[in-house]
């Protein structure tokens, strides 16, 4: 069992702020893994000679700032995805735990991952656009921008057309629970100790492993999805999809047809090595910005350290510990006689 710990001294806001600029910094440092991911789930003509070549040939034909398309909207996509997924995950959770507060990981990934789905199901739209943008030649776009792209998908393909690919969407998150699962319960028997006494980095390592076991089973699901994103009459070469299809189950077969089962891992690589930097830009920006947070809440002395500011009780909220530092300035006052007056 794991009982659900949040830092009480960190207000949501500013909690989910962290969030957003940690997970955007690590979005635009690992963008060209993540391009390069794209490129090869979809098919296009860059990745017909490896993923090396595919970066040096998507350089020389649109520049070198073709390496970060679509990462605006993936940048942009965070907060309403982690509000969200925050949310949902705040309800979820409240629904598994038990009378004392305790929430098997069993249960917690669950809840991540039905969390992850809701997010996922409303902020879908914008994961379209993104991959759009990114199989486009940046020198001769069919979209100028987000909103741009948003509208002219809507008018020429309709609504269902921004949900193009939200079926394996949901279906991965399955092998991505299991994976998840499969890791986390073995972490005390790999570490030989309870997970409650794990240090930062074995957290780090866990996540990392975690996550290449969950995207490796799941992978399948995400090229599927991102071949049906891609497919478009309306753009060049039919979004240049590798192959063509007319459903998720149509592309599966297509796909292992074309181009083998392995064909369904297409991207697998740069997908892996972009979860150390990840994860790691993701960890050190979160928690500096977190002391950053704790300093101005009067709970540390130092951003750069989590040493305690002393006298001051960690146990309280920071609300609670503004009004306390409000009262004790308001009963140290000198207060002005009456001959004064």
């Not at 705040?90 to 069993?106: A, C, K, P, Q």
Request: charged fraction near 20%; aromatic fraction near 10%.
């Amino acid at each position: 069992m794991a009982t659900l710990r949040r830092d009480g001294r960190v207000t949501a806001l500013q909690r989910l702020g962290c969030a957003g600029l940690a997970g955007a910094l690590s979005l635009s440092l690992t963008a060209p893994l993540e391009l390069l991911t794209v490129l090869a789930q979809v098919g296009t003509w860059h990745c017909r000679r490896g993923l090396r070549d595919a970066g040096r040939s998507l350089c020389r034909t649109e520049g070198v700032r073709a390496l970060w398309k679509g990462n605006l909207t993936a940048c942009l996509r965070l907060c309403p995805y982690s509000a969200l997924q925050l949310a949902a995950s705040r309800r979820l959770v409240t629904l598994f735990t038990d009378e004392l507060g305790h929430i098997s990981h069993w249960r917690a990934i669950m809840a991540g991952s039905l969390a992850g789905m809701v997010a996922t199901i409303v902020t879908y739209p914008t994961d379209v656009i993104k991959t759009r943008l990114i199989v486009q030649n940046r020198l001769e776009p069919s979209y100028e921008g987000i909103l741009h792209a948003f509208y002219k998908i809507y008018h020429q393909e309709g609504l269902r057309a921004l949900y193009r690919g939200v079926s394996p969407a949901i279906l991965g998150a399955v092998p991505f629970s299991a994976g998840s699962f499969f890791v986390y319960i073995s972490l005390d028997k790999i570490w030989q100790e309870p997970i409650v006494h794990f240090t930062p980095l074995q957290n780090f390592i866990n996540g990392c492993v975690a996550a290449a076991v969950a995207q490796t089973l799941s992978f399948p699901f995400e090229t599927v999805k991102r071949k049906m994103q891609a497919q478009s009459p309306w753009l060049p070469h039919c979004g240049g999809v590798d192959v063509h299809f007319t459903g998720m189950a149509d592309c599966f077969r297509q796909t292992v047809k074309n181009k083998g089962v392995l064909g369904l891992w297409s991207g697998l690589t740069p997908s892996l090595l972009k979860i150390v930097p990840y994860f790691g830009v993701m960890f050190s920006t979160f928690e500096f910005c977190k002391r950053v947070c704790l300093y101005r809440n009067g709970y540390i002395e130092s951003p750069l350290n989590y040493k305690l500011t002393p006298g001051v009780d960690q146990s309280l909220h920071p609300q609670e510990l503004r009004e306390l530092k409000l009262l004790r300035r308001e009963n140290f006052e000198p207060r002005k006689s009456a001959l004064e007056n």
